[in-house]
C-alpha cells in the first residue's frame, strides 16, 4: 500500500470556482504534511504546509486530520494558473525524505 | 540566488548503457536527496546524504544504480546498463538541516531519461 493516496483526476473546473483536494497518508506516524505543486515538465515547489489547526495562504485553504489521517487542500476562487498538479506530500518519523501522492491535475478553463 | 541545478536536462540512452546525472545543490545546504518520477506518477525517494555521507540508499531499486556526494557538494547518480524501465525523470533536492526536522525540499529542474 503506497504512502499517500491521492485521486489523480482530472479536475477541470471554470475559472471562478471553488475546488477542493484530498489525500489519506496510511502510516499513523507520519510527521509533517505538505501540498507542493508541479507545474507540467517543471519541478515541484512547495505550495503550503498543513497543520492540525488548519492555514490560510490567500485563496488556498489547506486541513489536516490526525486521527482520520486525512489531508485537503481548497482553491477559492480558481486562476487559469492554479493549472498544475497538486502533490500530497508527508514526512516520516526516523525518515528524511518526503513521501509523495501521485498528484492530482487541475485545469482551469476560461 | 542560485537554485538548485541539474545535468543533462536530457539524455537518451540505449538500453545497457551507463549514464551519470549531476546535481549542484543550493550553496550551503547539508542535505540531498535524488527521487526517481515517473510518467504519471509522483516522485519516488531512491537515496538521501547528509554532507558527504549516504545516510539512506533504500530506495534504490536495484545494484545497477549509484551515488555519491564525495565532498559533500556535487552529486551524481549512475545508473549502469541502463534498462527501459529506468525512463523516468531524475529529481534532485537539496534542504538545509533545520532544528526540529522540518524543512522545505528545494528541487532541481530534472534530468529527463530516456532508454531506448
Known amino acids: 500500500r503506497k504512502e499517500v493516496e491521492q485521486d489523480p483526476g482530472p479536475f477541470n473546473v471554470p475559472e471562478g470556482a471553488t475546488v477542493a483536494f484530498n489525500c489519506t497518508y496510511s502510516?499513523?506516524?507520519?510527521?509533517?504534511f505538505f501540498w507542493y505543486r508541479q507545474d507540467c515538465r517543471k519541478e515541484p515547489k512547495l505550495l503550503m504546509s498543513v497543520y492540525s489547526s488548519g492555514n490560510e495562504d490567500g485563496r488556498f485553504t489547506a486541513q489536516l486530520n490526525r486521527a482520520s489521517q486525512y489531508i485537503s487542500l481548497l482553491i477559492r476562487d480558481s486562476k487559469l494558473s492554479d493549472s498544475a498538479t497538486y502533490l500530497c506530500?508527508?514526512?516520516?518519523?526516523?525518515?528524511?525524505?518526503?513521501?509523495f501522492g501521485t498528484g492530482t491535475r487541475l485545469t482551469v478553463i476560461p | 540566488g542560485a537554485g538548485v541545478s541539474q545535468s543533462p536536462r536530457y539524455k537518451v540512452a540505449k538500453r545497457g548503457q551507463d549514464v551519470a546525472l549531476r546535481c549542484d545543490p543550493i550553496?550551503?545546504?547539508?542535505?540531498l536527496f535524488w527521487y526517481q518520477q515517473a510518467l504519471g506518477q509522483g516522485p519516488e525517494f531512491l537515496t538521501y546524504f547528509q554532507n558527504e555521507a549516504q545516510l539512506d540508499k533504500s530506495g534504490l531499486p536495484s545494484d545497477r544504480f549509484f551515488a555519491e556526494r564525495p565532498e559533500g557538494s556535487v552529486s551524481t547518480l549512475k545508473i549502469q546498463r541502463t534498462q527501459q524501465e529506468d525512463s523516468a525523470v531524475y529529481l534532485c533536492?537539496?534542504?538545509?538541516?533545520?532544528?526540529?526536522?522540518?524543512?522545505?525540499?528545494?528541487f532541481g529542474p530534472g534530468t529527463r531519461l530516456t532508454v531506448l
Open positions: 533536492a537539496s534542504s538545509e538541516r533545520l532544528a526540529g526536522g522540518v524543512y522545505e525540499q528545494f
Open positions: 502510516n499513523s506516524a507520519s510527521q509533517s
Open positions: 550553496s550551503g545546504h547539508v542535505s
Open positions: 506530500v508527508v514526512t516520516k518519523t526516523g525518515a528524511n525524505n518526503l513521501f
